[in-house]
């Protein structure tokens, strides 16, 4: 896969527009700063009872072949995520009123846990 997937939950009201603001800033970072041809895509997902977010970013910097790029993306997204709401959601709207701002939507998916898939099944 040439992508880095990071997966993770969020505990208050407001988790959606940090969630927009975390995957959209990033994304928009690495396609406008960096100059990487990258997209993105962001799910909600629900797995039985659990539910989290999942933010794909794909390109072909972000192969195998680069494995420094994909470090740059998750640190970037990690110093992302430790900004305070109020400093996160103001760079948001700053920056999400440039022309060449992309914003990407939260789309909802379902996941069957798959005990076939189970790492325990390797073992039996």
Same mark, same amino acid.
């Given at each position: 896969?040439? !992508?880095?997937?990071?997966?993770?939950?969020? /505990? /208050?009201?407001?988790?959606? /527009?940090?969630?927009?603001?975390?995957?959209?800033?990033? $994304?928009?970072?690495?396609?406008?700063?960096?100059?990487?041809?990258?997209?993105?895509?962001?799910?909600?997902?629900?797995?039985?009872?659990?539910?989290?977010?999942?933010?794909?970013?794909?390109?072909?910097?972000?192969?195998?072949?680069?494995?420094?790029?994909?470090?740059?993306?998750?640190?970037?997204?990690?110093?992302? !995520?430790?900004?305070?709401?109020?400093?996160?959601?103001?760079?948001?709207?700053?920056?999400?009123?440039?022309? %060449?701002?992309?914003?990407? $939507?939260?789309?909802?998916?379902?996941?069957?846990?798959?005990?076939?898939?189970?790492?325990?099944? %390797?073992?039996?």
């Amino acid at each position: 896969m040439n !992508g880095v997937e990071i997966a993770f939950q969020l /505990n /208050n009201d407001k988790e959606e /527009n940090v969630v927009l603001a975390l995957a959209n800033l990033t $994304g928009n970072y690495f396609r406008q700063e960096e100059s990487m041809d990258i997209t993105w895509r962001i799910f909600h997902v629900t797995l039985d009872k659990e539910k989290y977010y999942r933010v794909l970013y794909r390109g072909e910097k972000l192969s195998d072949f680069h494995p420094e790029n994909k470090k740059k993306v998750k640190k970037k997204f990690d110093e992302l !995520g430790k900004t305070d709401y109020e400093t996160l959601m103001a760079k948001y709207e700053s920056e999400s009123r440039n022309e %060449n701002f992309q914003k990407v $939507g939260i789309k909802e998916l379902t996941e069957e846990y798959d005990l076939w898939q189970d790492k325990l099944w %390797n073992y039996i």
